[in-house]
């Protein structure tokens, strides 16, 4: 059956309608204007908070990380002790990666770099197993150090069932007080020097305790960063 010209035009006219309503519903009052910026893709004008939210400048970060800049004649340093027997250490100086995981030169106990405390020049690396290691490696590791040199410190899984009364006293004389209650899987992030006058104040030590620990069998990992002076280059 064919609709009559006056039954076309009224549905015409119902179908406009009911599209209209349609679209002020969807989007809310002007339905034609909302209907363009949808289309179009232009975005309604963000509030005052959250322009300034979007405006605000992320916080500036320095050398590894530190949140200000070290004083001039002062070195930039980050450690970050193993977490568990899983993840790595960390230590950085300068905004340049000493030891990790990435670099493949850490490992289980002891990790320590050895750096020049009157020109910041990297002398060493290396890593000292203190569960099945041989402590002796350790000792001639740290016994010839020379005056004024930097001691850069991160435990990893365990870093104490090795050590003897020898090389306790050998990181006493760096400026630990830590050292003399290391134990069996402790954290221990720590920055010495041979020949430091007085106690070192970059040192943290975090106790496995089954009551404490962040971890099954560890506690949390230890995050350590400041600046260290240099030393005046040394007379004769």
């Known amino acids: 059956m064919r609709l009559t010209a006056p039954l076309r035009a009224a549905a015409l006219l119902l ?3 009911l599209t209209w309503l349609l679209a002020n519903t969807l989007f809310g009052g002007d339905g034609g204007s909302s209907v363009r910026h949808f289309f179009s893709g232009a975005s309604e004008k963000p509030t005052d ?16 990380g530190l949140s200000a800049p070290c004083p001039p004649k002062h070195l930039a340093f980050r450690l970050v002790s193993g977490a568990a027997n899983v993840i790595g250490p960390k230590i950085c100086l300068e905004d340049k990666m000493l030891m990790s995981s990435v670099k493949n030169n850490v490992g289980r106990g002891l990790n320590i770099a050895l ?63 830590a050292v003399k209650e290391l134990a069996f899987r402790d954290s221990w992030v720590f920055v010495g020097a041979k020949g430091i006058e007085n106690k070192s104040p970059f040192e ?19 995050e350590m960063d400041g600046c260290i002076p240099l030393r005046p280059p040394l007379e004769g």
Not at 51 to 63: D, G, M, N, Q, Y
Not at 123 to 137: C, E, Q, R, V
């Open 115 to 177: 750096v020049n405390g009157v020109t910041g020049e990297l002398l060493d690396t290396k890593t000292f197993d203190m569960w099945a290691g041989d402590i002796s490696d350790l000792l001639k590791f740290v016994r010839p150090l020379h005056e004024g040199t930097l001691v850069f410190v991160a435990s990893f899984d365990d870093a104490a069932t090795k050590l003897n009364d020898e090389s306790r006293r050998l990181f006493e004389d760096l400026g630990s007080t």
């Open 15 to 17: 179908l406009v309608g």
């Open 204 to 222: 943290q030590r975090m106790k496995n305790s089954k009551s404490s620990n962040k971890y099954e069998g560890w506690p949390e990992s230890l």
């Open 49 to 64: 908070a959250v322009s300034c939210i979007l405006a605000e400048p992320r916080p500036r970060r320095f050398k590894c």
